[in-house]
């Protein structure tokens, strides 16, 4: 198959998943090979063919051994001097969006496909979403190994 048939049978789906509970690596793992499509047959390097992702309940993932106090996440304000830092855990108790969406990202390349595949991702930090009428299916997304 070339990759002018496969963009062109191109089928998105939508899937939503519960974040309650799983480690936020395996959770980022798991939705960015959705976002990518690389489960679907008609998968290549070049081209999205990947589906949507909503993820719910973000506040509730969770953050192994020490992550919560010792790991730190930076930004840059684009001002002389102007880096920030901020625990993994108080991002997870402020923004628990930002923490899974950097997690994503982490995951996806660093160019004009990965932007694309990047827009494809929803979340909230609470069990409601405003995507009712895509009708998305649940993605069940193992907690443990």
């Known amino acids: 198959m ?13 899937y939503v998943v519960d974040a ?3 480690p936020v690596g395996r ?18 390097y ?6 949507h992702v909503i993820v719910i309940n973000a506040g509730k993932v969770k953050l192994s051994g020490n992550a919560k106090r ?8 684009g001002y002389p001097g102007g880096i920030k830092s901020i625990s993994r855990g108080k991002l997870l108790d402020t923004k628990p969006e ?3 969406e950097r997690a994503v990202w982490g995951m996806l390349p660093k160019h004009k496909l990965g932007h694309k595949v990047f827009a494809k991702l929803k979340v909230y930090a609470g069990a409601d979403h ?10 069940k997304v193992t907690r443990d190994k």
Request: hydrophobic residues 35%; without cysteine; negative net charge.
């Open 2 to 14: 070339n990759a002018q048939t496969a963009e062109e049978t191109k089928n998105e789906k939508w």
């Open 20 to 22: 309650t509970g799983i």
């Open 27 to 44: 959770l980022a793992g798991a939705v960015a090979q959705i976002l990518r499509g690389k489960h679907k047959p008609t998968f290549a």
């Open 46 to 51: 070049n081209l999205d063919v990947g589906d």
């Open 70 to 77: 010792d790991e730190l996440v930076y930004h840059h304000t």
């Open 98 to 100: 930002k923490l899974v």
């Open 130 to 139: 405003p995507h009712a009428a895509q009708s998305p299916e649940p993605l």
